[in-house]
């Protein structure tokens, strides 16, 4: 049985087990403040659960390819969406920071929980 490693935690899966049902099902903070409650809900068409993955997963879909050549994702082809993704073997995930996790640093990493990000503060 594949294993995932993700905010400090891992645990194990299905081989074909859906990323995004897995990490939630986990209580793994996936989305932005704002994308928890805006989002497709696992159809490929919103990108907010956007992540980095190593490991043994499946190629990519049409759906995720459509969403993921268009600004904010283009500029990271190496990450995918959790929620088009099928574990196929040991993975490791990392979150970015943004609304899309488009960012650079990272908000969590597959050994370490969340960070607190510094805030911007408002004029």
Known sequence: ????T???KTFE???GSNL???LLEQDINLYSAGAKVFNCRGHGTCGTCFIGVEGSVSEPTEEETKRTIFHPHFAHRERRLACQVKVM???SITKFEGYFGDGEDS??????????LPSIPLP
């Open 1 to 4: 049985m594949p294993m995932i």
């Open 6 to 8: 993700a905010e400090g």
């Open 13 to 15: 899966v299905a081989e």
């Open 20 to 22: 995004r049902e897995a």
């Open 89 to 91: 073997g040991n993975v």
């Open 107 to 116: 908000i969590w990493t597959p050994d370490r929980g969340p960070v607190e």
